[in-house]
């Protein structure tokens, strides 16, 4: 996306993880490296993406909790163990998908990077769901699937491949990986939220090239009424 088309789609006001202030429309770019303000409105937008979700926890969560994913969770557990399989839910949202899976008799561990959105999903499915981030997240378990549905699409694309590699950690050597992602091109910003975007080969080939031995990735399209259509690109990784 064009540099000052991203600077006009922010609010006037970009707050910092600190809670400082900066006018966007007055910043002198004769002073600016292009290259620094990039990076640095992309680290804000990945701030963003957190607080976002602080801000609207109810409504999202009233917005995607009875969202059905049939398809994709019949896709997950093709690849998992038939009895009582382990799961790490990474960025579990409403946790819909949590309350899914242990109604198929899977033992479920979930987090999520809003305080807010954990809280949210934690008094939804019943259990301890953890808030932190995705590189913070530690647990001396290691699991059979770690399902990371639209939610690695917020991790900035300059550190999707140090974020999937630290969760890689925490699955069983004959684990599965479900990730989903939006198909359109570039990075994007929407609503102050961040996204990462990746067609069927980027996916492949990143997931490959982080040591995953057999990797497929397929486009699943979803519609609904307040989005519209979505094509996903879907990676199942071993």
């Known amino acids: 996306m064009n540099f000052f088309l991203r600077i006009r789609?922010?609010?006037?006001?970009?707050?910092?993880?600190?809670?400082?202030?900066?006018?966007?429309?007055?910043?002198?770019?004769?002073?600016?490296?292009?290259?620094d303000i990039t990076t640095a409105l992309e680290h804000i937008m990945e701030n963003t993406s957190i607080k976002y979700y602080d801000t609207?926890?109810?409504?999202?969560?009233?917005?995607?909790?009875?969202?059905?994913?049939?398809?994709?969770?019949?896709l997950f557990?093709?690849?998992?163990?038939?009895?009582?399989?382990?799961?790490?839910?990474?960025?579990?949202?409403?946790?819909?998908?949590?309350?899914e899976f242990i109604s198929r008799g899977a033992l479920v561990d979930a987090f999520d990077g809003s305080k807010k959105m954990a809280e949210k999903a934690s008094e939804y499915t019943n259990i301890d769901v953890q808030h932190c981030l995705f590189t913070n997240f530690q647990s001396?378990?290691?699991?059979?699937?770690?399902?990371?549905?639209?939610?690695?699409?917020?991790?900035?694309e300059d550190d999707l491949p140090a974020t999937i590699a630290h969760l890689k950690q925490f699955l069983k050597p004959d684990g599965t990986m479900y990730a989903s992602f939006k198909s359109e091109?570039?990075?994007?910003?929407?609503?102050?939220?961040?996204?990462?975007?990746?067609?069927l080969d980027e996916a492949k080939q990143l997931?490959?090239?982080?040591?995953?031995?057999?990797?497929?990735?397929?486009?699943?399209?979803e519609s609904r009424e307040e989005v519209?259509?979505?094509?996903?690109?879907v990676v199942i990784a071993k």
């Not at 091109?185 to 067609?199: C, V």
Request: glycine share 6%; proline share 2%.
């Open 77 to 99: 557990f093709q690849n998992l163990p038939t009895r009582n399989p382990s799961i790490l839910d990474a960025g579990c949202g409403s946790g819909r998908d949590t309350v």
């Open 9 to 35: 789609r922010l609010s006037v006001y970009l707050y910092l993880q600190n809670g400082i202030e900066f006018d966007a429309p007055h910043l002198d770019f004769n002073h600016c490296y292009y290259q």
């Open 207 to 221: 997931f490959e090239s982080l040591g995953f031995t057999s990797v497929s990735a397929q486009t699943m399209i």
């Open 140 to 156: 001396d378990k290691q699991y059979d699937g770690i399902w990371a549905s639209a939610s690695l699409l917020h991790v900035l």
């Open 56 to 74: 609207v926890a109810n409504s999202y969560f009233l917005s995607t909790v009875h969202a059905n994913l049939t398809e994709s969770w019949n």
């Open 185 to 199: 091109k570039d990075a994007s910003q929407h609503e102050l939220r961040h996204f990462t975007n990746l067609n």
């Open 228 to 233: 519209g259509k979505i094509n996903w690109t």
